[in-house]
């Protein structure tokens, strides 16, 4: 069984930044991608960034020069690091670390005002 604890969203104004952290916790896992989804209210969840066990990445083409993802394996721990946020990136941020299933955070609201 693997929990994940997600922290650091809140409310920032506009060309703020924020970081969200994203704990791992159990037993008898191997962690492959981890990653950050979004969902805004009335929309669909879109996959925001991802990192493999080995670092490489991918970002969604609307994040890409403002958030960075990164990960440290001996922690079990993805971070999403979000620089010169936008009111439009106001959403539930959701973790996912993939073992033999993919499996997903309970989500940490971000509120950017304009």
């Known amino acids: 069984q693997v929990q994940l604890v997600e922290s650091g969203g809140g409310s920032v104004q506009a060309g703020g930044s924020l970081r969200l952290s994203c704990a791992a916790s159990g037993s008898g896992f191997s962690i492959n991608t981890m990653g950050w989804y979004r969902q805004a209210p009335g929309k669909q969840r879109e996959l925001v960034a991802a990192i493999t066990s080995g670092g490489s990445t991918n970002y969604a083409d609307f994040v890409k020069g403002r958030f960075t993802i990164s990960r440290d394996n001996a922690k079990n721990t993805v971070y999403l690091q979000m620089n010169s946020l936008k009111p439009e990136d106001t959403a539930v941020y959701l973790c996912?670390?993939?073992?033999?299933?993919?499996?997903w955070g309970q989500g940490t609201q971000v509120t950017v005002s304009s």
């Open positions: 996912t670390v993939g073992t033999k299933v993919l499996h």
